[in-house]
T-cell receptor, first 114, second 112 residues
Framework: GNSVTQMEGPVTLSEEAFLTINCTYTATGYPSLFWYVQYPGEGLQLLLKATKADDKGSNKGFEATYRKETTSFHLEKGSVQVSDSAVYFCALSHQGGSQGNLIFGKGTKLSVKP | EPEVTQTPSHQVTQMGQEVILRCVPISNHLYFYWYRQILGQKVEFLVSFYNNEISEKSEIFDDQFSVERPDGSNFTLKIRSTKLEDSAMYFC??????????FGPGTRLTVL
């Protein structure tokens, strides 16, 4: 069945460091891929998405590229800030439909120190 | 910016009691969802709802669960007889039909 695997956290970085959070997936067909972020005490916020191979999603300095050949959707940011401290979830949705039936990874907690 | 809202933010109940979690999706969205996140575990899909009926549900969504859109704005999740293992954060979400769903802030359900 479909699944998402994320790198284990927590990840601790200093401000302005480069961030990579790895995400790989297993899916039939051509799923859409998402990154969601959950700040402390809040719900899930859609950070970025990509719907087909080689698409790059980007938002707030974060980006991720849909790599079908490696079944990956790694999240990157060139220079993290303390305010980026949160839990990041990679997710995929089935091909077609409303794309709302998401399969999530376990989440990766990021802590950014000043 | 429109957002999904959920009430209450925290619900405490006794095992065996019925609970209703409420959500107001974004007004022009057509698809509605419930997810849950047990503490320390993955966010899990429960059910999707479209055109006044369930369009998809997971194995978790058994006969103890039901959803309803009683009017033009609310979307509810009912658990008929709560169990200890139902303790979790429950997220409502809505979608216009393409792209990822927008999530509410969640309701923390604690079953004692």
């Amino acid at each position: 069945g479909n699944s998402v695997t994320q790198m284990e956290g927590p990840v601790t970085l200093s401000e302005e460091a480069f961030l990579t959070i790895n995400c790989t997936y297993t899916a039939t067909g051509y799923p859409s891929l998402f990154w969601y972020v959950q700040y402390p005490g809040e719900g899930l916020q859609l950070l970025l998405k990509a719907t087909k191979a080689d698409d790059k999603g980007s938002n707030k300095g974060f980006e991720a590229t849909y790599r079908k050949e490696t079944t990956s959707f790694h999240l990157e940011k060139g220079s993290v800030q303390v305010s980026d401290s949160a839990v990041y979830f990679c997710a995929l949705s089935h091909q077609g439909g409303s794309q709302g039936n998401l399969i999530f990874g376990k989440g990766t907690k990021l802590s950014v120190k000043p | 910016e429109p957002e999904v809202t959920q009430t209450p933010s925290h619900q405490v109940t006794q095992m065996g009691q019925e609970v209703i979690l409420r959500c107001v999706p974004i007004s022009n969205h057509l698809y509605f969802y419930w997810y849950r996140q047990i503490l320390g575990q993955k966010v899990e899909f429960l059910v999707s709802f479209y055109n006044n009926e369930i369009s998809e549900k997971s194995e978790i969504f058994d006969d103890q669960f039901s959803v309803e859109r009683p009017d033009g704005s609310n979307f509810t999740l009912k658990i008929r007889s709560t169990k200890l293992e139902d303790s979790a954060m429950y997220f409502c979400a809505s979608s216009p039909g393409t792209g990822g769903p927008f999530f509410g802030p969640g309701t923390r359900l604690t079953v004692l």
